[in-house]
């Protein structure tokens, strides 16, 4: 089974700054895929950025960056120059990569981010 | 081109009887999937359909179905509505292949009183 697992319920960062959301997971799988999204308050989930476990370069995506690592299992998420619009709920999920599961995502249970002026 | 269409975007239903909601994924999408979202459980899979047919299911009773039609446009339904059935209920809508993201809609919320 794979398990999901944000330690950080909630995370303040002042404007301008770098902040780094904590996820790591678990699986038995060799081949799987992990996202990031980005719950605002009104609900839609939006994708901020993917990476492959086979992937050898770690994912960037403009402002956000996975910083992967295999051995250790983890994927967290780096957000450079923090604005306050990045202020959100943030979710890591992954995906096995069998056919048949493509569609389905296991998330973690998020971390509220907020960014102060 | 639009994005993944929810509706409706709020309702309000009383214990025991059935609701349906609609999602209408990306034009060319061809997988859709549904997502419970609630403060106690987090995001859990509901189930999977690509072409027309059921690929995946997650561990919910028998009262949660869903079905695809042939434009890939989807509906879940919940009959017999519980107390604990209240929550974010969110499709999301990717092309199938490997490596393709999902891309959610803003949820319908349900309200069961």
């Known amino acids: 089974a794979q398990k999901i697992t944000q330690t950080q319920p909630g995370m303040f960062v002042q404007e301008k700054e770098a902040v780094t959301l904590d996820c790591t997971y678990d699986?038995?799988?060799?081949?799987?895929?992990l996202f990031w999204y980005k719950q605002p308050s009104s609900g839609e989930m939006i994708f901020l950025i993917y990476?492959?476990?086979?992937?050898?370069q770690n994912a960037t995506e403009g402002r956000y960056s996975l910083n992967f690592q295999k051995a250790r299992k983890s994927a967290n998420l780096v957000i450079s120059a923090s604005q306050l619009g990045d202020s959100a709920m943030y979710f890591c999920?992954?995906?096995?990569?069998?056919?048949?599961?493509?569609?389905?995502?296991?998330f973690g249970r998020g971390t509220q981010l907020t960014v102060w002026p | 081109k639009a994005g993944v269409t929810q509706t409706p975007r709020y309702l309000i239903k009383t214990r025991g009887q059935q609701v349906t909601l609609s999602c209408s994924p990306i034009?060319?999408?061809?997988?859709v999937s549904w997502y419970q979202q609630t403060p106690g459980q987090g995001l859990q899979f509901l189930f999977e359909?690509?072409?027309?047919?059921?690929?995946n299911k997650g561990n919910f009773p028998g009262r949660f179905s869903g079905r695809q039609f042939s434009n890939s446009r989807s509906e879940m339904n919940v009959s017999t509505l519980e107390l604990g059935d209240s929550a974010l209920y969110l499709c999301?809508?990717?092309?199938?292949?490997?490596?393709?993201?999902?891309?959610f809609g803003e949820g319908s919320r349900l309200t069961v009183l």
């Open positions: 999301a809508s990717s092309p199938g292949r490997n490596t393709g993201e999902l891309f």
């Open positions: 990476q492959g476990s086979y992937d050898e």
């Open positions: 359909y690509f072409s027309e047919t059921q690929r």
């Open positions: 699986t038995s799988d060799q081949s799987y895929g």
């Open positions: 034009s060319g999408h061809r997988s």
């Open positions: 999920a992954m995906r096995a990569r069998g056919s048949s599961t493509l569609g389905r995502l296991y």
